[in-house]
T-cell receptor, first 114, second 115 residues
Framework: EPEVTQTPSHQVTQMGQEVILRCVPISNHLYFYWYRQILGQKVEFLVSFYNNEISEKSEIFDDQFSVERPDGSNFTLKIRSTKLEDSAMYFC????????????FGPGTRLLVL | DQQVKQNSPSLSVQEGRISILNCDYTNSMFDYFLWYKKYPAEGPTFLISISSIKDKNEDGRFTVFLNKSAKHLSLHIVPSQPGDSAVYFCAASARGGTSYGKLTFGQGTILTVHP
C-alpha cells in the first residue's frame, strides 16, 4: 500500500540554524501539506502546495519557512533560522486530485531546537 | 482557534463494549469531516470520513454520525478492541474558496480499551 515517507525521523539543531525536512508523498497525489504538532497541543496546518506553488498558508508559516518540490518525488520544508518554539513534530501529508479530500500523513519528523 | 473541539481528553472502555468519541465544530463552512487515529511517534492514520450531505457512514466496526444542525459528529467503535487504544482526532475541511483541502483538527481524545 502506498504511503507517505519522511526523513529524518528525528532532528536536533541549534537555535538559528537552518533545517530541511523531507517528504516523499504518495506518487500519484497532487496536493501536498505540512502540519506540525507541538507537544501536548493540536495538529496545526502550516501550508498547502499544488501545481508548484503555495495555495494556502497559516499565520505560523512566516518568512522563516519555505517549501519546495525540487523534483518529481520530494517535497521539502525549510526553516531558515530555527527558534526554540519551532520544536515540534512536523507531518507531511498528501492527497489525490479532484474531489478527494482525505489526506494521508507521513510518520513525522521530531524537531528539537536547543 | 477553537473551530473543532473534542471536549473529552480521554475515554476508557472495556473490551467488547462500544466506544463513542465526540466532536463539535463551529465553522458552518466545514462540509467534510474525518477521523484519524494516532499512535505515539507515528503520523495520523485515516479511519473514516463523512460528507455533510450524509448523516451516517459505516466501515466495519467504525461508524461516524453527523448532526449538522447541532454541528456535532461522533465516532462509534463496536466492538472495541485493545488494539484500538490510541489518540483519535476529529478533523474538518471546507471545500471551495481558499480553504480547499486544509484540515482543522480537534485536540484529540485518548482512547484506552481494557482487556
Amino acid at each position: 500500500e502506498p504511503e507517505v515517507t519522511q526523513t529524518p525521523s528525528h532532528q536536533v539543531t541549534q537555535m538559528g540554524q537552518e533545517v530541511i525536512l523531507r517528504c516523499v508523498p504518495i506518487s500519484n497525489h497532487l496536493y501536498f501539506y505540512w502540519y506540525r504538532q507541538i507537544l501536548g497541543q493540536k495538529v496545526e496546518f502550516l501550508v498547502s502546495f499544488y501545481n508548484n506553488e503555495i495555495s494556502e498558508k497559516s499565520e505560523i508559516f512566516d518568512d522563516q519557512f519555505s517549501v519546495e518540490r525540487p523534483d518529481g518525488s520530494n517535497f521539502t520544508l525549510k526553516i531558515r533560522s530555527t527558534k526554540l518554539e519551532d520544536s515540534a513534530m512536523y507531518f507531511c501529508a498528501s492527497r489525490g486530485s479532484g474531489g478527494e479530500v482525505t489526506q494521508y500523513f507521513g510518520p513525522g519528523t521530531r524537531l528539537l531546537v536547543l | 482557534d477553537q473551530q473543532v473541539k473534542q471536549n473529552s481528553p480521554s475515554l476508557s472502555v472495556q473490551e467488547g463494549r462500544i466506544s463513542i468519541l465526540n466532536c463539535d465544530y463551529t465553522n458552518s463552512m466545514f462540509d467534510y469531516f474525518l477521523w484519524y487515529k494516532k499512535y505515539p511517534a507515528e503520523g495520523p492514520t485515516f479511519l473514516i470520513s463523512i460528507s455533510s450531505i450524509k448523516d451516517k457512514n459505516e466501515d466495519g466496526r467504525f461508524t461516524v454520525f453527523l448532526n449538522k444542525s447541532a454541528k456535532h459528529l461522533s465516532l462509534h467503535i463496536v466492538p472495541s478492541q485493545p488494539g484500538d487504544s490510541a489518540v483519535y482526532f476529529c478533523a474538518a475541511s471546507a471545500r471551495g474558496g481558499t480553504s480547499y483541502g486544509k484540515l482543522t483538527f480537534g485536540q484529540g481524545t485518548i482512547l484506552t480499551v481494557h482487556p
